[in-house]
């Protein structure tokens, strides 16, 4: 718990068996977390027995994809904050505590990969990933008014629960590029979203998004259409005067405003 909100953490993992044992321990030593979630998406390596034997709760994700992992995990997750994270050695486990920090104050909670200083030795943040990163993040910043944004694709992050059911129905994505439709989605409703610096470590295992240039330019590129095509279409429902998401209107939303936080 951390101030008496249940805290979940989920996992999506795919073929994470050199990994998931430490990840899901490391995770669960931390006090203020309650849950850990694995979401396993066709696993052939044993991946959820050892998830489960770590003291995991697992849920098969039939559907392939980072996106569709992620997104069973957000509808299965029982905490009024839920953590998305990955079980590849790569987040350290503690920046949780960073994240849930800001929880009190804002809805979407962000990590950020980008900042020199915390990028390890062996990560797989070099200048390619790092420019292309901070340069999706800065277009969707500037198209929906956000926040300072630095990283489009940091698997770290909490979103509360209000906040969750307030984006949930709105989520299309089940593939690698989904992570800028939680922050598209959230800013549209006008919730209140953050980055901060996280550590960012070497992997364990090869990556399966961007490992390659290849893959990680094919990943960015699905990103700048998603982005640029949320933008279009509310600008075009806003032209010919209709609503401008099918998302509920934001009176709908049962999140304090920033106004009666503050208060
Ligand atoms: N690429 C990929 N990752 C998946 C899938 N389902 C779950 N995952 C998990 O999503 C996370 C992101 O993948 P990863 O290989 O670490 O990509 P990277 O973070 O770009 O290096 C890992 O924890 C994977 O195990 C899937 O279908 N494809
Ligand atoms: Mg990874």
Redesign the pocket.
């Known amino acids: 718990m951390w101030q008496e909100k249940r805290v979940s953490v989920v996992?999506?993992?795919?073929?994470?068996a050199a990994?998931i044992s430490r990840a899901v321990g490391e995770f669960r030593e931390i006090d203020s977390i309650d849950e850990v979630l694995v979401?396993?998406?066709?696993?052939r390596d044993g991946?959820d027995q050892l998830a489960r034997a770590a003291g995991a709760r697992v849920v098969a994700?039939a559907r392939?994809?980072?996106g569709?992992?992620?997104r069973r995990g957000l509808r299965e997750a029982s905490g009024d904050y839920v953590i998305l994270a990955?079980?590849?050695g790569?987040f350290v486990a503690r920046d949780v505590v960073k994240l849930l920090s800001y929880a009190d104050e804002f809805d979407l909670v962000m990590g950020t990969r980008t900042t020199k200083e915390l990028i390890w030795t062996r990560a797989?943040m070099g200048w390619f990933l790092r420019i292309g990163n901070v340069a999706v993040a800065k277009l969707l910043q500037l198209l929906f008014g956000g926040p300072s944004l630095s990283d489009c694709?940091c698997?770290l992050r909490l979103i509360r629960r209000e906040a969750l059911l307030a984006i949930e129905p709105g989520l299309s994505v089940g593939?690698?590029h989904f992570l800028p439709e939680m922050v598209v989605l959230a800013l549209q409703r006008r919730l209140r979203v953050i980055e901060i610096p996280v550590n960012y470590r070497g992997?364990v295992?090869?990556?399966?998004?961007?490992?390659s240039r290849l893959?990680?330019l094919a990943?960015g590129t699905r990103m700048i259409r998603l982005i640029l095509g949320y933008r279009l279409r509310s600008w075009i429902g806003r032209w010919s005067g209709r609503p401008r998401s099918r998302l509920p209107r934001p009176g709908a939303c049962s999140l304090p405003s920033r106004e009666s936080t503050d208060a």
């Not at 295992?205 to 490992?211: A, L, M, P, R, Y």
């Open positions: 996992l999506p993992a795919y073929n994470e990994n979401v396993d998406n066709n696993s991946t994700e392939q994809g980072y569709y992992a992620l990955e079980p590849d790569t797989n694709g698997t593939g690698s992997r295992g090869d990556s399966k998004i961007t490992g893959t990680t990943v």
